[in-house]
């Protein structure tokens, strides 16, 4: 492997957000250039990465999947010029090598590595699987990864283990598409619904910290959290998502109208949304579905209480359930069902902070009775992932209540 740089650098024109080019593919030429560019860094190129460290506003994208030894079409070179934006800077992380010498020592162990870390660091992770591979590596990536609500998985039906793939899609809400061109069709679809907000919130958009960007009538999930309460939720519930919100316009101001456990059910303004969940998810309804009403029904159930009974029609809200609540079909019906609620660990025990809020409570834990959570909801058909918001950026902004609140 040669230590060279060749880094591949394509200077983007397309104004569209998450990332998308809806022209044909191939790389675009130095007449439609921007300021943005896109890197595509692979294997022994850390001088170039070296470079890109104080490139602190980039997106990095992690390119995982077939390569087979390096058999297989460069997808990834193909990617990468079908994926653009010109608002930041994309870094994109692909592991096929120009030159792979596995008998090189400790080329191996040095591949390895380098693919865990760079998908640990992507803020995105696109994986393709061609079906006429058996691309062990990606399905134990995409194991290792299904729960960061980071990821989304390209596979072609006829693969081997596609109903394995389909299924622990499905369970963990991770996005799955059956061919490269309808990957790129949403794509393109999300940019152009997405690029038409932004012309409503200039201040935002031009944002470098941006890397997606909510419409009215998108559910924001948070991924992860660090409290006892996330933990609890995210090891009762078997995924990624914490919580959940509802993009609305309030007065002509992005807010975020959500069942908070402090404030019960309140909008507060996207930016200290953002700012106060670092890692979100934005899902988008799919097809032609009356957003407005279910936005109108969200900002009826504004000052209810939080509910820490979880009970069905208490009058008192938690976060997927204000969700559940918003959404309804044209009989006045969920579109999001109710299920047995679960809050036992994967081993069967209760976590600590279940047993202690329904014992303080003086009530049974509901184990079993109808309800939602945010995990089963991530995973509705109805649903398509648009953009996210990655672990450790910067995002300035108040979380004062007393300024961010949308009234």
């Known amino acids: ?225 660090e409290s006892d309460f996330s933990e609890a939720i995210g090891e009762s519930t078997g995924g990624g998502y914490v919580h959940v919100g509802i993009a609305a316009k309030v007065e002509g101001r992005l807010c975020i109208i959500e069942a908070d456990d402090r404030q019960g059910v309140w909008a507060q303004s996207w930016e200290a949304f953002r700012t106060q969940y670092p890692a979100l998810t934005i899902m988008r309804m799919k097809g032609d579905f009356p957003l407005q009403e279910a936005v109108s029904r969200a900002k009826s159930f504004i000052g209810q209480d939080y509910d820490w009974a979880y009970l069905p029609d208490n009058g008192r809200l938690y976060c997927s359930e204000l969700v559940q609540l918003s959404y309804l079909d044209k009989a006045g019906q969920p579109i999001f069902p109710s299920r047995p609620m679960n809050f036992r660990a994967p081993d069967g025990s209760l976590p600590e902070f279940w047993e202690q809020l329904f014992r303080q409570q003086g009530q049974p834990v509901p184990q079993g009775v109808p309800g939602t959570n945010p995990n089963d909801l991530s995973r509705s058909p109805y649903l398509e992932t648009v953009g996210s918001t990655g672990h450790g950026q910067t995002i300035t902004g108040s979380q004062t209540v007393g300024s961010t609140e949308c009234r």
């Open 1 to 225: 492997m040669q230590n060279t740089l060749k880094s591949t650098i394509f200077l983007l024109a397309a104004a569209l957000l998450p990332l998308a080019s809806c022209g044909p593919a191939g790389s675009p030429t130095a007449e439609n250039t921007t300021e943005c560019k896109t890197y595509l860094i692979r294997p022994h190129q850390e001088e170039l990465e070296q470079e890109l460290l104080d490139c602190k506003d980039a997106a990095r994208i992690f390119l995982a999947g077939t390569i087979d030894m390096g058999v297989s079409r460069d997808w990834q070179s193909e990617m990468v010029a079908r994926l653009q934006d010109s608002t930041r800077n994309l870094i994109f992380f692909s592991p096929r090598q120009e030159h792979w010498d596995a008998s090189k020592p400790g080329e191996m162990d040095y591949q390895v590595n380098w693919e865990l870390s760079h998908l640990e660091q992507a803020d995105r992770i696109i994986m393709y699987i061609i079906a006429t591979s058996k691309s062990p590596i990606s399905l134990l990536e995409m194991g290792l990864h299904a729960r960061s609500g980071k990821m989304e998985v390209i596979c072609e039906p006829d693969f081997y283990r596609f109903d394995n793939v389909r299924i622990t899609c499905q369970y963990y809400g991770v996005p799955l598409f059956t061919s490269l061109e309808e990957f790129y069709e949403k794509e393109c679809r999300t940019s152009k619904a997405t690029s038409k907000a932004l012309s409503d919130a200039p201040s935002v958009a031009t944002s470098p910290q941006t890397w997606a960007f909510p419409v009215e009538g998108d559910l924001v999930f948070v991924r992860g959290g």
